[in-house]
């Protein structure tokens, strides 16, 4: 019978396309508890990360094992079904979908966690894993809770192992990882995969090439605080939070683009708990002034906001009209900035070095416009409906009911 199953497994094996490896997607020698594979964007890091789980599945049997990324859906789709993922390799895992599930022919198995709720993170209490994949561990959104529950989780067997791969940022997980002397990191470019199709590369390079944001994207570097830049990593990680507490107040703030083809919109939406303000979620995206009044409207029927708060320096009274035409109910207040970008931004920077606002989880495009807007370029969207929604909530003001026009 073992015969039998030995002979199966071979030919399901040989249905697989072979594997090359690239120079860094080899996994390094030695004792290692966290290999950190750091690489621009197509750098061929989940396709490396992917390898070494599959190998390491079934050179031991019955083995347990944790994906993570920064939803469950991307574990599903990114590190399983994508083009780079586990079953584009080895078409001899049962993938439970419903389930996000993986087993092997040998009985080993995986499941899919995800990073973005308190809900995944409370996932990650109970199991306990020899291996563990963390997919762009710097987007995800509970990155501390997620590495600390998994972390306790991991004690199986002699030696169990962590494999990281992501774009980097300067998450404070990342930061103490790439100093741990535990390590093994793993360097590679967007350049460095000669699998990612020439005119993709080129393009890629021609449009980020020489930046700051190319840098990190395409290169792979980690970037710290930008000099001159008024918002910086610590303060926002400092004052982080994964639970929202009891609100008073939640604001939705928009900063709104005028076309489909414009800038984007921003849309912020922030809650008040006494004298701190929360950042609950960006919903910022291009689209034309009916479809980001809809995402507006949506948000704050979905926190009962009791206010939508709207920038008109550009649109003026179209604005409140385009929000009105959706819905008649909405408690609306234009504000029309008179003061420059960086006097109204300052004071809310202050609340940030009070430690008074306070990200629910990671907003990564939100918080790297944050730190990397100068004073005297143009501020990002994003930054200017923060400002707006933190403005309203910590104003000094007594609140007093907008009565829709």
């Not at 992917?50 to 599945?57: G, H, M, N, R």
């Not at 409207?297 to 604005?319: F, P």
Request: hydrophobic share 40%.
């Amino acid at each position: 019978m073992r015969a039998l199953a030995e002979l199966e497994l071979r030919r399901r094996r040989a249905l697989a396309p072979r594997v090359t490896l690239l120079p860094h997607q080899v996994p390094p020698d030695g004792d290692w508890l966290h290999w950190i594979l750091l690489s621009g964007r197509g750098g061929g890091k989940t396709f490396a990360a992917a390898k070494y789980f599959d190998d390491y599945a079934r050179a031991n049997p019955g083995m347990r094992g944790g994906i993570i990324a920064p939803t469950l859906g991307d574990a599903r789709k990114l590190c399983v079904e994508g083009e780079t993922g586990l079953l584009s390799f080895n078409r001899t895992i049962k993938f439970n979908r419903s389930w996000g599930e993986l087993e092997w022919p040998n009985g080993s198995k995986a499941v899919l966690f995800g990073a973005h709720t308190p809900d995944d993170v409370e996932r990650l209490r109970g199991p306990q894993h020899h291996l563990v994949w963390f997919e762009e561990l710097a987007a995800a959104r509970e990155l501390d809770e997620c590495w600390q529950n998994m972390r306790l989780g991991l004690r199986l067997g002699e030696r169990p192992r962590v494999i990281v791969s992501t774009t980097p940022k300067p998450r404070k997980v990342l930061k103490a990882l790439l100093e741990d002397s535990n390590s093994v990191v793993t360097r590679a470019t967007t350049a460095d995969n000669p699998h990612l199709h020439g005119s993709v590369r080129s393009e890629l390079y021609k449009l980020y090439g020489g930046t700051r944001i190319g840098r990190q994207e395409l290169s792979g570097e980690l970037l710290e605080d930008i000099e001159g830049a008024l918002w910086k990593r610590e303060l926002i990680e400092d004052s982080r939070a994964s639970k929202v507490p009891e609100l008073t107040r939640v604001v939705v703030a928009v900063d709104p683009s005028a076309t489909a083809g414009g800038n984007e919109c921003g849309i912020i939406v922030a809650g008040r708990a006494g004298e701190h303000a929360y950042v609950l979620e960006d919903l910022t995206l291009q689209a034309s002034p009916n479809e980001w009044a809809k995402q507006a409207i949506a948000a704050y029927h979905k926190y009962g906001a009791d206010r939508l708060v709207a920038e008109t320096n550009q649109g003026g009274e179209m604005v409140r009209l385009t929000i009105h035409s959706n819905d008649p109910s909405i408690a609306y207040r234009g504000v029309h900035a008179k003061r420059g970008k960086v006097l109204r931004a300052e004071p809310i920077v202050a609340l940030y070095e009070q430690a008074r606002v306070h990200h629910i989880g990671s907003f990564a495009a939100l918080e790297d416009e944050m730190c990397s807007w100068i004073p005297g370029e143009e501020s990002p969207n994003r930054i200017d409906a923060l400002v707006h929604a933190l403005t309203d909530l910590i104003s000094a003001r007594k609140h007093v009911e907008i009565k829709v026009l």
